[in-house]
Every structure is written in structure tokens, then in C-alpha cells.
């Protein structure tokens, strides 16, 4: 007998990336910790935010924020319907200004080939915690 799926969420999925994040798929490995553990995962839990919910990855420049001109960007999502929801806003110590945003595809940021091996290591982590 299969075992019933539950429903993805957003409260699911939040808890669920939580633990799925580790220092081994973080952007900024010297950055991470387990106090903070979506650090540097932004751009992955977007892709694995659309495989579940749809819509849109969204991207700003971090480039002129004091502080956090080395991590560069930060992306989110647009789900269908329109809301814009940040599932790794937590990482952000302080309150991040209003970004401009821009769509970015899910081929333009797997081109970059530590991203794509980031993000099959987390969705493969995260697909075992279902």
C-alpha cells in the first residue's frame, strides 16, 4: 500500500526547506549556519517553489545593499494569482528595502552549473522528508 501524499502547503513547504537546508547547498558556504539555515539558498528554493506551486521566479539585485553587495541577488516567487512570496526572506537579518524585480527563467539560472548541482542535491534531500 502507497503511502497518501499530504498537501503542499506553504507552511509545509517552509517547514520542510528548513530542514532540507544545509551548508553543502548554500550559495555562501562561509555564510551559512544552522542559526541560519536558508542562507544562501534563495535561488533554489524559488525553482523548487515553482516545480510546486507555479507561477514566476522573480529576481533583485542585491548589489547596492551595504553588507550584502557579495551575495549579489535574491530571488522569489510570483505564484499564480499574483502573490509574491519570499520563502527564504528569513535569511535577511535586517529588513530587506522593496527590490526591483525582474523575471528570470529556470534555464537562465541553471545555466550556472553550481546552481544546477545545488539544487539537485536540495530537491533530492527535500523529496526524502516528504
Known amino acids: ?18 530542514k532540507a537546508a544545509r551548508k553543502d547547498t548554500s550559495y555562501d558556504r562561509a ?6 539555515p536558508l542562507w544562501g539558498h534563495c535561488a ?3 525553482l523548487l517553489a ?5 507561477g514566476v521566479i522573480l529576481r ?3 548589489e547596492n545593499i551595504p553588507g550584502l553587495e557579495a551575495v549579489r541577488s535574491h530571488y522569489w516567487n510570483k ?11 528569513e535569511q535577511f537579518k535586517e529588513k530587506l528595502p522593496k527590490l526591483k524585480s525582474t ?9 550556472f552549473p553550481d546552481v544546477g548541482k545545488r539544487y539537485q542535491r536540495f530537491v533530492s534531500r ?5
Open 60 to 62: 533583485g539585485s542585491l
Open 103 to 111: 523575471t528570470r527563467s529556470r534555464k537562465k539560472i541553471l545555466s
Open 79 to 89: 505564484l499564480p494569482g499574483g502573490q509574491h512570496i519570499d520563502f527564504t526572506i
Open 126 to 130: 527535500f523529496n526524502k522528508l516528504l
Open 44 to 46: 533554489i528554493v524559488a
Open 1 to 18: 500500500m502507497q503511502k497518501e501524499q499530504e498537501e503542499m502547503t506553504v507552511e509545509r513547504f517552509l517547514a520542510l526547506i528548513r
Open 50 to 54: 515553482q516545480d510546486h506551486f507555479g
Open 31 to 36: 555564510g551559512w549556519s544552522k542559526e541560519n
